[in-house]
């Protein structure tokens, strides 16, 4: 049965894009209408918006590789309703307390009874099996007040990747809604961590951004630190004890393969991508001297960026790649500085009370977070220009911030105090909706990835 | 990596029979020469039991009495006490001219990962940079630093920190 949604193409793979087509807006939304359903995030404090998000029906319950169409339906509701839950700004009527929806109604809703759910907006659609093997995930967004269609979107997949069609749909949903970029179709490399404070076993792990997909890169046998995603999400940076020799790699993740960076005998540590992919930004450690440095991501020598004293470490790329943030303690004590990124211009940026350090540069570009260290140790984000810094978080201990890819949401670790359990937690970029990130073991060094494509 | 931790939670334990590190050090037992001790057994036959090979791990905890030494809080500064331990250990290492060791950087968790690495790479260079000069040879000593990765003692408070900020001198066994 059509429902005159036009959608094209086909992903075959986990970084293959998830293509979709948004057909012409609906021509009967009422002037003025559009500003009904909107979520106020300028404030900084929101009230979520009511939504409702019923199980999607599908055309024929059919087998799948994944489960039968109508418990996947049920299951991609699951998914877009925790991650706009989890996003703090939506506050979700679940399946279980709405009406099943029939597959006719998808593009039909029944107003009255949405108005009488309280909901503002409604989030419907279905899920069908293609006769070439495929799924497709049909979502669709109506505002409740106004009835009217405010966007709709098809996904088509394999049925392995069907956790991406219901992120890219949740997506859909949130930036239609907020005006914000998107951010539910990513992942996070981290640490894993085990064992006792004195000898923690450490694991290079990833999942996706809502912890499903959970899998383990390495064996525990030697120290992992802070992982990096490329750009391109097909390798991650990281250090590595490997033979009692603390060094970066890139760990390829489809091959499961390292290789090393540089092959010297200092210490390298503290790896990320420019933006574009093509170099890796690290520390290096000679003679009790660290400096950042940068090489090409396939090897080579590497360029010497700054050459102070001091211990100058931790730096992050802008996403235009003309600008490293980085931290450095030449003037006594560690603070963020800004330079070109061929080492040029370097100025520091923070002039607070107390010390920051591991400064990221948001995606957006017009924010960098940091862990700032005072009485206890902190989550801020800064302006470029060091100006309206703003502490998020006030753990015992919460450090090493990363991005999500639209700038809205911090990820970062926090270290229970005598235990030195670590865990990954999360935060709106207004300080709200603090929260846990589930792991299978404590957690550590979170690097979230650029939006799968 | 699990060698390592081995090795270093040996070597803790004796320290500790040992003495702890703050005490004055004992009186050295006489060289071996004038030793009135029976010459030890060969290595490969006899038991371990109480007789300590000379250049080893053992000995050198012995003589020197600690493998340590501690920093205040983001410094790599060598105290008095410091220079003391590792004017011992520098004669020590003379001792036994064919001797490599390794000596280890580390951290209080109180730091942030990256500044620790780097931190602990100072501590590490700052006992090896005193021992070249007192004469010991650079490249019978190599470095490593641990950061906050792997502290001695488990709490979170001053004292447990304090005996996290330390620079290890590893003898091999």
Request: hydrophobic residues 35%; glycine residues 10%; aromatic residues 8%.
């Amino acid at each position: 049965m059509r429902l005159g949604l036009a959608f094209l193409f086909l992903s075959v793979g986990l970084t293959a894009p998830v293509l979709a087509q948004t057909p012409p807006p609906p021509s009967t939304a009422p002037a003025g209408e559009q500003g009904r359903v909107v979520v106020d995030i300028v404030g900084g404090i929101s009230s979520p918006m009511p939504i409702a998000i019923p199980n999607m029906p599908t055309p024929a319950n059919t087998a799948t590789a994944a489960g039968d169409t109508t418990a996947l339906g049920a299951r991609v509701s699951e998914v877009i309703t925790n991650d706009l839950r989890n996003s703090g700004l939506f506050s979700p009527l679940g399946a279980n307390a709405l009406r099943p929806v029939a597959y006719n109604q998808v593009t039909a809703p029944e107003f009255p009874y949405w108005v009488s759910t309280g909901a503002q907006a409604l989030v419907q659609g279905f899920v069908q099996a293609n006769g070439d093997g495929t799924l497709t995930v049909g979502c669709y967004l109506y505002d409740v007040f106004a009835q009217t269609e405010l966007t709709r979107q098809g996904f088509v997949v394999q049925p392995a990747f069907w956790r991406r069609a219901a992120h890219k749909c949740a997506d859909t949903i949130y930036t239609r809604l907020t005006g914000e970029g998107p951010y539910f179709d990513s992942r996070v490399a981290y640490v894993s961590e085990t064992g006792p404070k004195n000898n923690r076993t450490k694991r290079l792990a990833v999942m996706d951004q809502d912890g499903a997909n959970h899998r383990f890169l390495t064996n525990g046998q030697t120290i992992v630190l802070t992982p990096r995603f490329a750009p391109n999400q097909q390798t991650i940076t990281y250090m590595s004890y490997t033979n009692n020799r603390p060094r970066i790699y890139v760990y390829d993740i489809g091959s499961g393969k390292q290789r090393l960076v540089v092959d010297q005998p200092n210490m390298t540590f503290a790896p990320r991508f420019s933006p574009d992919g093509r170099y890796i930004v690290f520390s290096m450690a000679v003679g009790g001297n660290t400096d950042v440095y940068r090489v090409s991501a396939s090897g080579g020598s590497p360029q010497r960026l700054t050459t102070a004293p001091g211990i100058d470490t931790g730096a992050s790329y802008s996403p235009d790649g003309s600008k490293i943030v980085f931290e450095s303690d030449r003037s006594g004590t560690q603070q963020l500085y800004v330079m070109n990124a061929d080492g040029s211009g370097q100025n520091r940026i923070s002039f607070g009370g107390g010390r920051y350090a591991t400064p990221v540069w948001s995606p957006r570009g017009d924010l960098i977070a940091f862990t700032k260290m005072g009485g206890g140790f902190a989550v801020g984000t800064i302006a470029p220009d060091g100006s309206g810094e703003k502490i998020l978080t006030n753990g015992w201990q919460d450090e090493g911030p990363s991005w999500s890819p639209n700038g809205r949401v911090i990820m970062f670790f926090r270290t229970g105090q005598g235990s030195g359990k670590a865990d990954l937690w999360s935060v709106d970029l207004t300080g709200v909706n603090e929260r846990r990130i589930p792991t299978p073991l404590d957690g550590s060094d979170p690097a979230w990835s650029p939006l799968l494509p | 990596m699990a060698h390592i931790s081995t090795k270093l939670i040996v070597a803790a334990a004796l320290v500790v029979t040992a003495g702890c590190a703050k005490k004055k050090p004992e009186v050295l037992p006489p060289a071996p020469a004038a030793s009135t001790e029976a010459p030890p057994p060969a290595p490969s036959t006899g038991p371990v039991g109480n007789t300590v090979v000379p250049g080893s791990r053992a000995d050198f905890l012995q003589k020197v009495g600690s493998d340590r030494v501690l920093f205040g809080t983001d410094s790599y500064e060598l105290d008095g006490e410091a220079t003391a331990i590792l004017d011992r250990q520098a004669q020590w290492l003379a001792q036994y001219a064919n001797v490599t060791v390794t000596i280890e950087g580390h951290c209080d968790e109180r730091g942030t990962r990256e500044y620790n690495l780097a931190l602990g790479d100072r501590r590490a260079n700052a006992s090896k940079n005193y021992l070249v000069g007192k004469g010991i040879s650079a490249s019978r000593l190599s470095t490593i630093s641990y950061g906050k990765e792997r502290p001695e003692a488990m709490g979170s408070d001053e004292a447990a920190w304090a005996q996290n900020r330390r620079a290890v001198t590893v003898v091999p066994n």
